[in-house]
């Protein structure tokens, strides 16, 4: 396993988490949805393909959730689900990553970003998906970053507290 560290130094673990990571993994995805600036929702309630990869039923189709680690707790995901509705589109997976407050403009994101494009290419995938709010400067960096390339507008797609928000589409190619 490659040895990981944060842009300040501190040791940082990235890997698939398993069953006994799903409480973690939900109090730290519910944190981050908590706080009304990132995720398109305000708390976090495991849907199918989430259920599938915390562990809690029986997989169906290329999916994978990656956890960073520092300090003793998961801090961040990074959550690639492969297309299952469509039989012709099952070459294409949508990508979802989030940080914890304290842990972020660290490299976290990168790292977990990272490894999730080397995993999509193994599993032979050819294009990436996701999403973001427009005004979410820190993942659009780091998705643009990574190669990642602005295909789509969605303007006024969200409602947050009155103010109206755009919603981006991303992808890119393997």
Same mark, same amino acid.
């Given at each position: 396993? *490659?040895?990981?560290?944060?842009?300040? /130094?501190?040791?940082? $673990?990235?890997?698939?988490?398993?069953? @006994?990571? &799903?409480?973690? +993994?939900?109090?730290?995805?519910?944190?981050?949805?908590?706080?009304?600036?990132?995720?398109?929702?305000?708390?976090?309630?495991?849907?199918?393909?989430?259920?599938?990869?915390?562990?809690?039923?029986?997989?169906?189709?290329?999916?994978?959730?990656?956890?960073? *680690?520092?300090?003793?707790?998961?801090? /961040?995901?990074?959550? $690639?689900?492969?297309?299952?509705?469509? @039989?012709? &589109?099952?070459? +294409?997976?949508?990508?979802?990553?989030?940080?914890?407050?304290?842990?972020?403009?660290?490299?976290?994101?990168?790292?977990?970003?990272?490894?999730?494009?080397?995993?999509?290419?193994?599993?032979?995938?050819?294009?990436?998906?996701?999403?973001?709010?427009?005004?979410?400067?820190?993942?659009?960096?780091?998705?643009?970053?990574?190669?990642?390339?602005?295909?789509?507008?969605?303007?006024?797609?969200?409602?947050?507290?009155?103010?109206?928000?755009?919603?981006?589409?991303?992808?890119?190619?393997?």
């Amino acid at each position: 396993m *490659e040895r990981l560290f944060t842009s300040d /130094g501190r040791p940082l $673990v990235v890997r698939p988490a398993t069953p @006994p990571d &799903a409480p973690q +993994v939900i109090a730290t995805v519910d944190a981050v949805c908590r706080e009304r600036r990132y995720m398109m929702t305000d708390r976090f309630t495991p849907g199918p393909d989430w259920q599938e990869v915390l562990g809690l039923v029986p997989p169906s189709g290329w999916k994978l959730l990656l956890i960073a *680690e520092c300090e003793g707790r998961i801090v /961040g995901w990074c959550r $690639v689900f492969a297309e299952t509705v469509s @039989p012709f &589109a099952r070459h +294409v997976a949508d990508v979802g990553i989030g940080v914890i407050r304290p842990y972020r403009e660290i490299g976290i994101g990168t790292h977990l970003l990272r490894q999730a494009i080397r995993s999509a290419k193994k599993a032979r995938l050819e294009k990436l998906t996701a999403t973001a709010f427009a005004t979410n400067e820190r993942a659009l960096n780091l998705f643009i970053g990574r190669g990642f390339k602005v295909t789509g507008r969605r303007y006024r797609q969200f409602n947050l507290d009155g103010r109206y928000i755009d919603e981006l589409m991303l992808e890119r190619f393997l």
